[in-house]
């Protein structure tokens, strides 16, 4: 048996004949960028994740950085992320001009630690990006009173985390703006790149809107420079398609979590994932922390098993940050969880006997 970490294929097969119909329409309509797919899907998203406004974009990646510029933030501005996330996170944030600063996280959510972000702000900190790795939400209530005290903005990456919540709220509705991917291989994934930002602020919403269109809101009028960043009809359509679906996945995503939960707890040498009692969890990844992890992950790919590391450095710690000399010790949780963690394969449409097969190799394992 060869187990994938994730098989995108057992969840489009099932909806292929939706997929044909609506692509059928939408060449005989070509509607492929913008149009009434995508304002459909942006009203439907926003409704979904408890927002007023949502805009539909070209990926993740953008969502942030459409979110940065349409805040103002550039040159000579600091904006303070996690040590622990994918480098969209970060990268978009030098992209605008403005100085990346890492926090380090939590040991128990692999989030952004809000007791360490206060001595991290200083007079040109304009915003705080946390991001809800794996699903769990970083703690915003926490965050809230920080950006609050400091006048900061938040802006979550809600990649990770679609439907999540903190404290009975949905994520991506903690501050002006949450980003979301929808990389195939994300909850919800297009066939494609695609990403959005959802927000309750609509001078923002029309300002991110107006840059990711280069800089206009009547066609062939330029009111600003911005770049080309829209979300596609095809893309659209497919994804309105999924929602449907969505809750759905998260819950066969909530049981097979809570499976690897009750089947691994009992060995000692594991640390299953922990969820705050404040906490809906987005579900994104199964991650397990051992300090064995290097010998069990060549265990389990050898026993065609595929798992991931996610991350294997923290940001600071990579090449491309080299620039900001920090040494381990800057961020002692960050280096230590890169060491033990490993993604076991995650998807809603995993079987009982392939889930049965992994964990019995894990026992075998330990
Ligand atoms: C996937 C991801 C992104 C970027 O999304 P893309 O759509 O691939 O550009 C940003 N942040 C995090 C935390 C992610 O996991």
């Known amino acids: 048996m060869i187990i994938p970490l994730i098989d995108l294929k057992r969840q489009n097969l099932s909806i292929k004949n939706e997929i044909d119909d609506i692509f059928d329409k939408i060449i005989n309509s070509s509607q492929f960028i ?12 926003a409704a979904a ?16 950085y459409i979110t940065l510029r349409a805040l103002g933030i550039g040159a000579g501005d600091e904006v303070i992320t996690t040590a622990l996330s994918w480098i969209s996170t970060s990268e978009t944030i030098s992209q605008t001009g403005a100085r990346v ?3 380090d996280i939590e040991e128990k959510s692999f989030t952004i630690d809000p007791e360490k972000i206060e001595k991290l702000i200083t007079s040109k900190t304009k915003a705080i990006i946390p991001v809800h790795l794996y699903g769990h939400p970083a703690n915003m209530t926490k965050i809230n009173e920080i950006a609050d ?11 990770q985390s679609h439907f999540a919540e903190w404290n009975n709220q949905k994520v991506g509705n903690f501050g002006i703006a949450g980003t979301f991917s929808f990389y195939p291989s994300k909850n919800l994934g297009a066939l494609g790149d695609a990403g959005a930002i959802i927000s309750n602020d609509k001078s923002f919403i029309n300002r991110a809107r107006k840059f990711s269109n280069h800089g206009s809101s009547k066609k062939n009028f330029h009111d600003i420079e911005g770049i080309n960043s829209r ?11 999924k929602l449907k679906y969505i809750s759905d996945w998260n819950n066969k995503r909530k049981s097979i979590f809570n499976y690897y939960n009750k089947s691994l707890l009992k060995l000692k040498k594991i640390d299953t994932p922990i969820i705050n009692d404040k ?3 987005g579900y994104h990844q199964y991650v397990i922390r ?14 065609n098993i595929n798992v991931q590391i996610h991350y294997p450095k923290p940001l600071p710690m990579m090449k491309a940050y080299e620039y900001l000399c920090h040494k381990d010790d800057d961020f002692k949780v960050a280096n230590r969880v890169t060491n033990e963690i490993i993604s076991l394969p995650f998807f809603p449409e995993i079987t009982e006997n392939e889930l049965d097969f992994i964990i019995n190799k894990i026992n075998n394992f330990f």
Request: overall charge negative; some cysteine.
């Open 34 to 45: 913008l149009g009434d797919y995508v304002n459909r899907f942006e009203k439907q998203f």
């Open 49 to 64: 994740h408890g927002a007023k406004y949502c805009l539909g974009c070209g990926n993740g990646t953008d969502a942030i």
């Open 101 to 103: 600063v890492f926090c």
């Open 149 to 159: 005290y400091h006048g900061l903005h938040i802006i979550e990456d809600c990649a």
């Open 231 to 241: 979300l596609d009809g095809l893309q659209a359509a497919v994804l309105t398609i």
């Open 279 to 281: 906490v809906v969890h």
């Open 290 to 303: 051992t300090p064995k992890r290097n010998e069990l992950f060549s265990h389990l790919v050898k026993n």
